[in-house]
Nanobody, 115 residues
Framework: QVQLVESGGGLVQAGGSLRLSCTAS????????MGWYRQAPGKQRELVAR???????NYADSVKGRFTISRDHAKNTMYLQMNNLKPEDTAVYYC?????????WGQGTQVTVSS
């Protein structure tokens, strides 16, 4: 089993920054990829950013140039640095981990950006 715990969400004004963290524990060997998703009220969950075991990254077009995903292997932690936040970034952000055919999810952390 894999456990994912997110932290770092909160309320911030437009133009501000936040850094989300996701710490993994349990059976975390052989990770294929980790990622951040978000879900706004009334909308489907969408990919924000993803990082593979080899370090390749990809981002949603809406966050390119503003968000940066990274991993600290020693700490089993993934980060999402979010700069120049916009009200449309408001959502619950979820951490995900893919290992073989399984995808694991964190409980989510709320990010609210006020205008």
């Amino acid at each position: 089993q894999v456990q994912l715990v997110e932290s770092g969400g909160g309320l911030v004004q437009a133009g501000g920054s936040l850094r989300l963290s996701c710490t993994a524990s349990g059976s975390i060997f052989g990770i294929d990829a980790m990622g951040w998703y978000r879900q706004a009220p009334g909308k489907q969950r969408e990919l924000v950013a993803r990082i593979t075991s080899g370090g390749s990254t990809n981002y949603a077009d809406s966050v390119k140039g503003r968000f940066t995903i990274s991993r600290d292997h020693a700490k089993n932690t993934m980060y999402l640095q979010m700069n120049n936040l916009k009200p449309e970034d408001t959502a619950v952000y979820y951490c995900s981990l893919v290992r073989t055919v399984y995808t694991y999810w964190g409980q989510g952390t709320q990010v609210t950006v006020s205008s």
